[in-house]
């Protein structure tokens, strides 16, 4: 397996498709750099040179914020929010949805498992 910024890349897929398993880094990020670099997207990973790896490499270390750094700022940005009391920074405290969305009976995934509120028995039937 080729390893960049402590990432092992699956040996036996396309290029384009191996650095997409880089934190940060998507489909149309990894084409870019290959056609900077002038690599061809269609060989795998194991066909690649070291000279290629090194400069792939390079460019991810010097163009792109990936992997580590790309994380601390995005939990940097949250921290921002909770600490000026902004709307999304409460949503994030609460653990709720953020953009809007209805929360009355959806948003399991974010609220978590259902929990029994007290003193809301349904009306008996006449």
Known sequence: MTRIVGVD????????ISLTYIYGIGKSKAIEILEQLK???N???KELKDEQIVLIRQILNNSYQIEGDLKRVESMNIKRL???SSYRGKRHQLGLPLRGQNTRTNARTKRGIKKTMAGKKKAPRK
């Not at 890349?9 to 384009?16: C, D, M, Y």
């Open 9 to 16: 890349l699956p040996k036996n897929k396309r290029i384009e």
């Open 39 to 41: 690599i061809n997207r």
């Open 43 to 45: 060989i795998k990973t």
């Open 82 to 84: 909770m600490t000026i």
